[in-house]
C-alpha cells in the first residue's frame, strides 16, 4: 500500500529535495509525496514541488484568528489527500496539539543537531558557538514540546578548527539528506517501534 506523505516546509527545501529524489530513484518504495504545503507564500520548497509535478499548497496564517484555525485548515489539506506521513522539512512553526493528536508518531522532523542539545532556532550556529567538537542532526517524531519526540535516527559530524559556522551547517546538511530520507524509508516499511520514548527500528 503506498503511504502518501504530506511536507511542510518554510523555505529552501533541500530535504524535501532529498525526499523527492529518494522516491524518484526507487530508495523509498510505495510512498508519494502527495501534497507540499508552505506557511510562507514564495519559499523555494514550493517551486521544487511544481519542478516534479507535485501539488503545492500555500496556506497562509495570517488569514487566520489563530494557530488552532490555520491547523484545522492544514488539517484538511492532509485529510483530502489521505495522508499517512507528514514530514516537517525546515518547517518554523511549532505543531499545535489537535495536529500532533492527529498524527501521533506521524509526524517527523528534522533538525540540524543532536538532540537533545541545541534545540530551536540557528542550532547550527549554536552548537559552533558553545564550541562543541562533534555536532550533527537528528530526525525525530513531533511530540508537544519543541525537538523534544522520540529520536528515530542521529549522525555525528566532526567540527574542524578551520570551521566557520557555514562551513558546520553544510556539513550537517549533507548528513541531514542522508538520514531524513533513510527514516522515511523505515517509517514507509513499517519498521518503526515506538515504545515510550524509544524509537526501536524492528
Ligand atoms: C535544515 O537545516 C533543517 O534541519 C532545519 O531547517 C533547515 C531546512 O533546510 N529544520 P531546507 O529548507 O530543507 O533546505
Redesign the pocket.
Known sequence: MTTNIAVL??????????IIDNIENGYIKDAKISVVISDVGD???LERARNHGITDVFIDPSDYSGKQEYEKELMEVLKDNDVGLVL?????RLVGKDLIAAYRNSII????ALLPSFKGLH??QQAFEYGVKVSG?TVHFVDEGMDTGPIIIQKCVPVLDTDTADDL?AR??EQ?HKIFPEAVKLFVEGKLKVEGRIVVHT
Not at 522532523?109 to 540540524?112: D, F, K, L, V
Request: a neutral charge.
Open positions: 516546509v518554510s523555505g529552501r527545501g533541500s530535504n524535501l529535495q532529498s519559499a523555494y520548497a516537517l522539512a525546515g518547517y518554523m522532523n528534522i533538525h540540524p542550532a547550527q542532526c551547517a550537517i546538511l541531514e
